[in-house]
């Protein structure tokens, strides 16, 4: 592509000369002018580098053959040669010497003239049968290699924005995004989450590389531009393991069609890897669909900071999607979106009372649900709710259920149903949902935490710490180190081994940020009284949390903790406490084992908590 088609802006016959200049180059140099190991390399090298003279690469190359190639690959169209017969003159004029401006060629350098031009001219002949051959059935007889091979696994790398505005970052992720959830959508095609391409990309790997650690066949890349009223995308298939390029299309539309756009794009990607779509995938992506352009780019907004996941990040999230709303009302996933952020801001990253915050996320999931009964991520936003607030598992299954079989690809879905079958002792079936949300996002750290603590709880300790070992590797970041080492302590205190344990937790707060202080107080209350000590500490801390604000989740940790320190009347008090104030994290309680399951008051709890099951 010339750069002016790579931006998307009008192309003329210059653009054809930009193409000739890049088949001359690497006709002479014997090799590409530009980075080909990723298509955002490839973008930005077009845009902006300047090709070394092939003479560099090559020597021998005449300076006067490097003038012509490096003219025809002028970044502005205005500098180009401006039509094909100017390069026919000037190739001529080298070949034979006979410019007066240039001088005569003598001799050998004559003779090389044209040596080099014999060899264009026959070049361009077989390019032109070649491409004469390729738009006909004889290209699969001569080149059966050239195939798209069988692809059933693919990942969505994030598209390049190409907008020359960092201000529309937001929107080519949320074009990613879509495009991601609409081939997600496809049962027979296996879909890496958005979060691990994206992550696998930013971590500089090749392609190869990439495809190794995502388990694909297959990456989508490409670009996202916006003028106007007008994107456009481009978007090429990739093979990832030979890094060969087999498929790539551009699509522009109005801002309203932009949906339809990505429909089309999922379509076109699900025909050439020959994915059979089912009745529903294919009315489902056939679908037309047109929204307000000013609703679209409030939902992008909205799932960029949600994302991001901090409380002030939520509130953003949560004006955007209801902004999104009242630009266009009858638009599903604004409403989901609108879901997540209010079960999130009463859950774990927010300060709402989960009495004020869940109410909000489950009206609108069911709105979501009211206006596309066959979105996924309305029924995995209701069935979170119900596992969490409503302690409603058999609803809470119908919605997840419902979610995955929507979208086979959800891997926040299988995840939260893993949880759930956990919690209900159904630990083969949990199991299997965590490997299955594993394969679907496997650089997710919650993900491959869950998976980990699964083979714990089901006594599988050394293949927990080998997954452990896999997330080190792939994200190595502190803090989800600490919950590494956490799981190290409960299987050391399975085995009796209370000082090992006791080690481990202090590496667990350690990789949390605590500092080299703090951890000698652990130790020296350790020394004194053992682990009774060190919970005492804990104790502490938290008690004065609460007294401060009294949220939820704190309650369920004094539960646990006096659970821990074999305090079962003050843990069912703190039980109680949490059930009155409806805590979102008190469902974990109901997949705790040891005592505090065996106490006669696990039953009366539940009964409290009107749980169903």
């Not at 119908?398 to 299988?414: D, G, S």
Request: glycine content about 6%.
């Amino acid at each position: 592509m010339a750069p002016e088609q790579v931006l998307g802006r009008a192309v003329d016959e210059r653009a054809d000369i930009y193409g000739l200049g890049m088949v001359l180059y690497e006709m002479t140099a014997e090799k590409r002018p530009f980075r080909e190991d990723l298509a955002s390399h490839l973008t930005d090298d077009i845009l902006h580098k300047v090709p070394a003279p092939p003479s560099r690469l090559r020597p021998g190359i005449s300076a006067q053959l490097d003038e012509i190639i490096l003219k025809c690959l002028e970044k502005d169209a205005a500098k180009r040669f401006q039509s094909a017969q100017q390069v026919r003159t000037r190739l001529e004029e080298f070949a034979t010497g006979s410019s007066g401006s240039r001088g005569a060629v003598a001799g050998r350098d004559k003779r090389s003239a044209w040596g080099w031009a014999a060899a264009i001219f026959g070049g361009l002949l077989v390019a032109g049968a070649i491409f004469a051959l390729a738009n006909g059935g004889w290209r699969n007889r001569l080149w059966p290699g050239l195939n798209i091979p069988r692809i059933e696994s693919l990942a969505v790398l994030p598209l390049a924005n190409l907008t020359g505005d960092a201000q529309q970052d937001f929107f080519v992720d949320g074009v990613t995004e879509e495009l991601t959830m609409d081939l997600a959508q496809i049962a027979a095609l296996r879909v890496t989450s958005r979060t691990s391409a994206t992550q696998a990309k930013n971590s500089k790997r090749t392609l190869p590389e990439l495809a190794r650690v995502l388990n694909v066949d297959a990456v989508v890349e490409g670009s996202v531009t916006r003028v106007g009223n007008r994107v456009r995308v481009t978007a090429q298939l990739i093979e990832a393991k030979t890094d060969r390029h087999l498929w790539a299309k551009s699509y522009e539309r109005d801002s309203q069609d932009v949906l339809a756009l990505q429909d089309q794009l999922a379509r076109d990607i699900a025909s050439e890897i020959r994915v059979t779509l089912t009745p529903a995938e294919h009315t489902r992506l056939a679908a037309v669909h047109t929204i307000d352009p000013r609703a679209y780019d409030d939902y992008l907004r909205g799932r960029y900071f949600w994302n991001r996941r901090t409380e002030a990040d939520l509130h953003k999230a949560k004006d955007y999607f209801q902004s999104a709303i009242a630009n266009d009302p009858s638009y599903a996933p604004a409403y989901s979106g609108l879901a997540d952020t209010y079960f999130y801001l009463g859950y774990a990253w927010g300060h709402l009372p989960p009495t004020e915050a869940i109410p909000l996320s489950q009206a609108a999931a069911l709105k979501a649900i009211e206006l596309d009964e066959n979105g996924a991520e309305g029924h995995a936003s209701l069935g979170t709710t119900r596992l969490a607030y409503d302690w409603d598992f058999r609803s809470a299954e119908q919605e997840l259920r419902r979610a995955i079989a929507l979208n086979p690809n959800y891997a926040h879905a299988h995840h939260i149903y893993s949880i759930m079958l956990g919690i209900l002792s159904r630990n083969d079936e949990a199991l299997a949902e965590i490997r299955k949300a594993a394969d679907l996002d496997p650089l997710s750290v919650p993900v491959r935490n869950i998976l980990a603590e699964r083979l714990v709880l089901n006594g599988r300790c050394q293949e927990a710490f080998a997954e452990d070992q896999k997330t080190i590797e792939l994200n190595p970041t502190a803090v989800h180190v600490g919950y590494v080492h956490d799981r190290k302590a409960e299987c050391y205190r399975q085995e009796g081994k209370d000082k090992e344990a006791f080690e481990e937790e202090m590496a667990s707060r350690s990789a949390k940020g605590a500092g080299a202080e703090e951890i000698a107080g652990y130790r020296r209350l350790y020394a004194k009284s053992g682990r009774k000590g060190y919970l005492q500490q804990q104790l502490q801390v938290s008690l004065a949390q609460w007294n401060k604000d009294h949220w939820h989740n704190d309650a369920v940790d004094l539960a646990r903790i006096y659970s821990d320190m074999g305090d079962l009347d003050n843990a069912y008090a703190w039980v109680d406490k949490s059930i009155a104030v409806r805590s979102t994290s008190l469902f974990w309680i109901l997949g705790t084992h040891g005592p505090f399951r065996e106490d006669p008051r696990f039953e009366e709890m539940k009964r409290k908590m009107g749980a169903r099951f």
